[in-house]
């Protein structure tokens, strides 16, 4: 069973305080993993996709790093704008009929001017 | 704009009431989707349509059924909604049948009394 963990459930930062976002998975084969941001009362608005291991991706403020085991969003000087919950979720190789994705449970951002 | 749009955005629900929600992409995606989302427990997914013509359970399907139209449209019912069915409800859609980003609805916000 595909499993995403993400940490911490919450994060509050001085604007300005750079910091990053962890997200540990456990997926037999991995097809993408993915980051998603979402506002409240609002659908998450998709980041970033990364595939492989060592794999990179930039927007703005927002870095996002793959491992084998757990990838990371950084976010360089904050700006309160990006106050958010972050959303982590992976897809398995195996799903082959959909590209069903798994969650994990999401990080709170609170950037504080 | 293009995108996924979600109706009704709010619901409320008698137990034992039954209601469909509409979603509806028109950005041409193969893959539909219906997730729930409820404090603590992250997005879980409910039925997905790998392409027009199919349908397939997710990892909570029990209470709900699912339609898909046509390539546009994939509807969600509740036969006879219980309190437990109270939640947030996204649909989203995707490119392909796997490796892509979803894009989401805002969401229906349903409370059964």
């Known amino acids: 069973e595909d499993q995403v963990t993400q940490s911490p459930e919450a994060l509050r930062l001085q604007e300005g305080e750079s910091s990053s976002l962890n997200c540990s998975y456990t997926?037999?084969?991995?097809?993408?993993l993915f980051w998603y941001r979402q506002d409240p009362g609002k659908g998450p608005e998709f980041l970033f996709t990364?595939?492989?291991a060592g794999e990179e991706k930039e927007k703005e403020r927002l870095k996002a790093t793959l491992t084998k085991k757990e990838s990371f969003l950084h976010i360089t000087a904050p700006k309160p704008e990006d106050s958010a919950t972050y959303l982590c979720a992976v897809q398995a190789r195996e799903n082959t009929n959909a590209g069903k994705s798994t969650f994990g449970d999401g990080t709170t951002l609170t950037v504080k001017p | 704009n293009a995108g996924v749009t979600q109706t009704p955005k709010f619901q409320v629900l008698k137990t034992g009431q039954s209601m469909t929600l509409q979603c509806a992409q028109d950005m041409n995606h193969n893959s539909m989707y219906w997730y729930r989302q409820d404090p603590g427990m992250g997005l879980r997914l409910i039925y997905y349509?790998?392409?027009?013509?199919?349908?397939d359970k997710g990892e909570v399907p029990n209470g709900y059924n699912v339609s898909r139209l046509n390539k546009r449209e994939f509807s969600l019912r509740l036969e006879s909604a219980a309190p437990s069915q109270t939640s947030v409800y996204f649909c989203a859609s995707s490119e392909d049948r796997g490796g892509y980003g979803y894009t989401f609805g805002s969401g229906t916000r349903l409370t059964v009394v």
């Open positions: 997926v037999s084969g991995l097809r993408g």
């Open positions: 349509s790998a392409s027009e013509g199919t349908t």
């Open positions: 990364l595939y492989s």
